[in-house]
């Protein structure tokens, strides 16, 4: 085991040696292995947005072995989806790369000021797929946002108990923020801390804009002087939000995007002290060798073999 990832377990001095050994694994996977830095392939989108509009531009992504196969011809630490789409190859797959079950999931059938997210899968399934951790959305501003914080902290407590990890989607929406409030620095940063403060591992949020949200919070930024000018000084500022960097941060990779937009993001990500990406439209709507090479760059953007 390496220096940092030693450190890294060190951070959750709280968890049983079943739960670190789960999070080391998953540091411990990949191109990126033992680096504390984390590239994960995330494939939900068929769910939350629908099979055509996730799959139609590369028909082979239909297919959920299809995604197993990415994750590790890129050699990315992990791959996270539904129950349905692990189900579908994690016995053909078994012990080749971490996994993690997504726990909850929303579709888009109807239009919702508020959304909410079904339970969509247990503890007990992600340990019948052999996987590490379980992941769980959360939409800090939406009116129902205090019962997801219900749902995972219960949740949560469970899979320590059995000795997984926890990856929390922290996804700010809802008709408490504006749209550009979703992605406001201090919405952003705001988010990152609630999933810590739920218990989660590893904490996913969307890349911070400069905008800031909340009134009361915006006088407290201007009067101290929070650097924000810079993706690399907001993406600082929401690690340092997080227990002061304490908790692995990830970054949502987003809708696709040109290669070079990608890899200025994650060259901020890096700059700025986050620990990796987890990027899934802007891979797998790709065609396998371009994925592929997409991404093996981030991954030596994030080793430093690419500046």
């Known amino acids: 085991m390496s220096e940092r990832v030693r450190e890294i377990l060190s951070w959750y001095g709280s968890d049983n040696p079943g739960t670190l050994t789960n999070l080391a694994r998953l540091l411990d996977h990949g191109t990126l292995a033992g680096t504390g830095k984390l590239v994960i392939l995330p494939v939900d989108q068929g769910f939350e947005h629908g099979p055509a509009r996730s799959f139609a531009m590369n028909p082979m992504a239909y297919d959920p072995r299809y995604h197993f196969e990415l994750a590790l011809e890129a050699g990315c630490n ?17 012990g080749e790369l971490p996994l993690i079950l997504k726990l909850n999931n929303h579709d888009v059938l109807l239009e919702e000021k508020d959304p909410s997210q079904a339970i969509t899968a247990s503890v007990a399934d992600a340990i019948r797929l052999g996987c590490v951790a379980i992941g769980f959305t959360i939409y800090p ?15 949560a407590e469970e899979a320590k108990r059995a000795g997984l ?27 990152a801390h609630i999933a810590a403060q739920l218990g989660a591992h590893v904490i996913k949020v969307k890349l911070p804009s400069a905008h800031l949200e909340q009134a009361a919070a915006r006088k407290v930024y201007e009067k101290h002087g929070v650097p924000a000018s810079t993706l690399a000084e907001r993406v600082r500022h929401v690690v340092q939000a997080t227990f002061n960097g304490r908790r692995v941060v990830i970054f ?49 953007i994030y080793t430093g073999a690419l500046k």
């Open 252 to 300: 949502s990779g987003g809708a696709a995007d040109t290669d070079e937009a990608v890899f200025e993001q994650v060259r901020a990500i890096r700059d700025g002290g986050g620990f990796g990406s987890i990027i899934g439209r802007n891979s797998f709507q790709r065609t396998r060798t371009d994925a592929v090479r997409f991404l093996k760059t981030i991954t030596d």
């Open 78 to 94: 992990a791959y996270a989806a539904p129950l349905g789409f692990l189900e579908a190859g994690a016995r053909e797959f078994a």
């Open 141 to 155: 501003g939406s009116e129902h946002r205090l019962t997801m914080y219900g749902q995972l902290r219960a949740l």
């Open 165 to 191: 990890a926890v990856v929390v989607w922290s996804y700010p929406r809802g008709s408490g923020l504006t749209k550009e409030g979703e992605t406001a620095l201090d919405v952003t940063a705001y988010a």
